[in-house]
């Protein structure tokens, strides 16, 4: 066992201006997450039913988060006591690098099932790929949760690195598995969409990278306060562009998925699907997506420039005023 002589990574004495860097830290990513949990609440009725498990996921990694970071900030606030120009550790500050485990061992596996929620597997191989990545995500974040907070407080450089190699092992299948997904995906959907998926698995898979780093860096050097403070700004911008930024091109997947559906046939949407200002398709209720073309235009109440509709009743007869509103049995 090869255990450094320094104090517990989150124990550290903070200047002033290190304390004040990681409250803000804090603070800025848990504002962040609060306001994609409320814009994803808000908007969650744009995204097709079909692609709706996305928006559920990203719904709850961003009230777990949330929380996550109420209780992260909390910890530092109380976790430290001002003497002498200099912010002491108490036994709470502990809880400033335990709490986020918890946090991602929830919130990463989620984050594999908002992905893959608007790939184009289906069936029997999107259950078993979807059951996989999520295993493998929270055992990527339990393993690494041993070697850096449960085998000699994070201090034992040995326990770090085995623990982290078997953490990588895990890593390595959640990205070879989810990037297969999002290839075999991309020939199913349209060219905006592709674009916007690919980049999503980018931003993900690219935030993912920090955290391994982090991890390892007490391998390699000693612990000191002002690596604790970057550890939590990385930790805490890393989240932001994982939850936030991946969620919304995600979000914007979807929408153009949804769209796509549309305007295919594929499925119904009974509002106008819009992205950045361009109208991407009409409204289409669930209604006249079971009728025939000639039907629906006559349950929408198009008529011709006569006022009359395409059987030759008056805008005021008995398939007028009243027949846009009819479903297509009530019109047999």
Same mark, same amino acid.
């Given at each position: &066992?090869?255990?450094?002589?320094?104090?517990?990574?989150? %124990?550290?004495? &903070?200047?002033?201006?290190?304390?004040?860097?990681?409250?803000?830290?804090? &603070?800025?990513?848990?504002?962040?997450?609060?306001?994609?949990?409320?814009?994803?609440?808000?908007? !969650?009725?744009?995204?097709?039913?079909?692609?709706?498990?996305?928006?559920?996921?990203?719904?709850? %990694?961003?009230?777990?988060?949330?929380?996550?970071?109420?209780?992260?900030?909390?910890?530092?606030?109380?976790?430290?006591?001002?003497?002498? /120009?200099?912010?002491?550790?108490?036994?709470?500050?502990?809880?400033?690098?335990?709490?986020?485990?918890?946090?991602?061992?929830?919130?990463?596996?989620?984050?594999?099932?908002? %992905?893959?929620?608007?790939?184009?597997?289906? =069936?029997?191989?999107? !259950?078993?790929?979807?059951?996989?990545? @999520?295993?493998?995500?929270?055992? @990527?974040?339990?393993?690494?949760?041993? =070697?850096?907070?449960?085998?000699?407080?994070?201090?034992?450089?040995?326990?770090?690195?085995?623990?982290? %190699?078997?953490?990588?092992?895990?890593?390595?299948?959640?990205?070879?598995?989810?990037?297969?997904?999002?290839?075999?995906?991309?020939?199913? &959907? /349209? !060219?905006?969409?592709?674009?916007?998926?690919?980049?999503?698995?980018?931003?993900?898979?690219?935030?993912? =990278?920090?955290?391994?780093?982090?991890?390892?860096?007490?391998?390699?050097?000693?612990?000191?306060?002002?690596?604790?403070?970057?550890?939590?700004?990385?930790?805490?911008?890393?989240?932001?562009?994982?939850?936030?930024?991946?969620?919304?091109?995600?979000?914007?997947?979807?929408?153009?998925?949804?769209?796509?559906?549309?305007?295919?046939?594929?499925?119904?949407?009974?509002?106008?699907?819009?992205?950045?200002?361009?109208?991407?398709?009409?409204?289409?209720?669930?209604?006249?997506?079971?009728?025939?073309?000639?039907?629906?235009?006559?349950?929408?109440?198009?008529?011709?420039?006569?006022?009359?509709?395409?059987? =030759?009743?008056?805008?005021?007869?008995?398939?007028?005023?009243?027949?846009?509103?009819?479903?297509? !049995?009530?019109?047999?």
């Amino acid at each position: &066992m090869d255990v450094v002589d320094t104090p517990t990574p989150e %124990l550290q004495t &903070m200047s002033l201006g290190l304390y004040d860097l990681v409250h803000f830290a804090l &603070m800025a990513a848990g504002f962040s997450l609060l306001a994609y949990f409320l814009y994803t609440w808000a908007s !969650r009725e744009e995204v097709g039913r079909r692609y709706r498990p996305a928006v559920y996921a990203g719904l709850c %990694l961003a009230a777990v988060a949330t929380v996550s970071y109420l209780v992260l900030f909390l910890k530092w606030d109380t976790g430290f006591d001002l003497q002498d /120009g200099r912010y002491l550790p108490n036994a709470e500050a502990r809880f400033t690098g335990s709490t986020r485990y918890p946090d991602w061992a929830v919130t990463v596996p989620l984050l594999t099932v908002e %992905l893959l929620a608007v790939c184009s597997l289906a =069936g029997a191989r999107a !259950r078993n790929l979807r059951a996989s990545a @999520m295993a493998a995500a929270f055992l @990527m974040i339990l393993t690494g949760y041993l =070697g850096a907070q449960v085998v000699a407080d994070g201090r034992d450089r040995t326990a770090l690195v085995v623990w982290g %190699l078997v953490s990588t092992a895990f890593f390595v299948y959640l990205y070879v598995a989810l990037i297969g997904a999002v290839r075999a995906s991309l020939p199913h &959907m /349209g !060219r905006e969409a592709a674009v916007s998926l690919r980049n999503a698995t980018i931003v993900l898979l690219g935030s993912f =990278g920090v955290y391994p780093l982090v991890y390892a860096i007490p391998v390699f050097v000693d612990v000191t306060p002002a690596w604790s403070a970057t550890v939590q700004v990385a930790y805490s911008t890393a989240d932001v562009i994982a939850k936030v930024g991946f969620g919304l091109l995600v979000h914007k997947v979807a929408v153009l998925r949804t769209a796509e559906d549309v305007r295919g046939g594929v499925d119904t949407h009974p509002e106008p699907v819009w992205v950045s200002n361009v109208h991407e398709s009409d409204g289409v209720l669930p209604e006249l997506g079971r009728v025939s073309s000639s039907a629906a235009a006559a349950i929408r109440g198009e008529h011709d420039h006569h006022g009359h509709d395409d059987h =030759g009743h008056d805008d005021h007869g008995h398939d007028g005023t009243h027949g846009a509103t009819r479903t297509a !049995r009530d019109r047999s």
